[in-house]
């Protein structure tokens, strides 16, 4: 794994939330709160990124995260050009790192960087010039470090502190990388618990999420839980596993007002999106009192804002 430090200490890269230590998830969430809008609220702006200039490589679809980054460095008063570039498929070739020179030399400071194969993100983070810094906005199936850290921004706001909390993530967890970031940040910030409840074909190996308990049905998955936090099954990365359809992973999985009166009555319901609705999650409960779906997208800007400042602002000040 690539070092995501400078030699100062600073935080250079975001490629994994791994080997970050708790003051410094601590000290991302405190700057994420300080940008942190209520919906209808007016957005924070600042001018403390004038003259960065930062490349969105989206090379998997998004939504949320692409444009929330793109808002996150314009509110800062950078400058963000969205391009359209394959990294994955020249990933051993010269011609990726071509095009990375290339921007290089076109003076981007920050590349923002979503592909499908493992290991894109430290390789581009190896080749890049000192200054330059890379951030994940999702890698493969292994890292989603933006969305762990507005998850946990959204889970204090609503509960206050992760350590007394018992967290169930629900769904594809073998092939989420939402929730292997989510599981990294609540075990730096010690949640109590942190249960996994999926289909036994949807389980990651034991290897990974060690320490957590383990569920086959929701039912026993979700009593007396603070958080719930659903997840869509990454149909794009199954390949030949046997799932099956929408009607009958509902029936046994899908997040119902009788399931969730099993958790703790003042429960919240997470999902970051995209959402199927009437396969993981039933509508009503998406839209429900319970539900802090919509404040995980305005958390969204807030913590990207705060980790482009944190990777970026030495370059300017
Ligand atoms: C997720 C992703 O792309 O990993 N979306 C997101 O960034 N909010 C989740 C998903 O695609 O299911």
């Known amino acids: 794994m690539i070092e995501q430090r400078r030699a100062d ?90 095009t990375i020179f290339t921007l290089q030399a076109l003076h981007f400071d920050v590349f923002v960087i979503r592909d499908a194969e493992p290991g894109v993100l430290s390789h581009v983070a190896s080749h890049v010039a000192p200054g330059v810094s890379v951030l994940s906005a999702g890698e493969a199936h292994l890292s989603h470090p933006t969305q762990g850290l507005l998850d946990a921004l959204t889970i204090r706001q609503h509960k206050g502190d992760i350590e007394p909390l018992s967290i169930a993530i629900v769904g594809d967890i073998r092939h989420s990388r939402v929730a292997r970031s989510a599981f990294q940040v609540f075990r730096i910030l010690q949640a109590r618990e942190i249960r996994i409840v999926a289909p036994p074909a949807l389980m990651p190996e034991p290897s990974e999420f060690t320490g957590c308990p383990r569920f086959e049905t929701l039912e026993q998955g979700l009593e007396g839980v603070d958080v719930i936090m ?6 794009e990365r199954l390949a030949d596993t046997k799932m099956p359809d929408g009607e009958e992973y509902f029936a046994r999985y899908g997040l119902t007002s009788a399931r969730l009166a099993r958790a703790h009555p003042q429960a919240i319901v997470m999902h970051p999106q995209p959402m199927n609705r009437g396969i993981e999650i039933a509508s009503d409960i998406a839209d429900g009192p319970q539900s802090v779906i919509r404040s995980q997208v305005s958390n969204g800007v807030a913590v990207r804002m705060a980790v482009l400042e944190t990777v970026a602002g030495a370059l300017v000040s």
């Not at 975001?14 to 080997?19: P, Q, R």
């Not at 659903?230 to 149909?235: D, E, G, N, S, W």
């Open 9 to 98: 200490g600073s935080l250079r890269h975001l490629i994994t939330l791994d080997s970050l230590r708790r003051d410094e998830i601590e000290s991302l969430l405190l700057r994420s709160q300080h940008f942190a809008r209520a919906i209808g609220e007016r957005p924070p702006s600042a001018s403390t990124l004038q003259g960065v200039t930062i490349a969105n490589l989206f090379t998997e679809p998004s939504t949320r995260t692409r444009v929330s980054f793109e808002l996150a460095g314009r509110r800062l008063g950078a400058e963000v050009v969205n391009l359209e570039v394959q990294l994955s498929s020249r990933v051993k070739g010269e011609s990726m790192l071509d």
């Open 230 to 235: 659903m997840l869509r099954i990454q149909k």
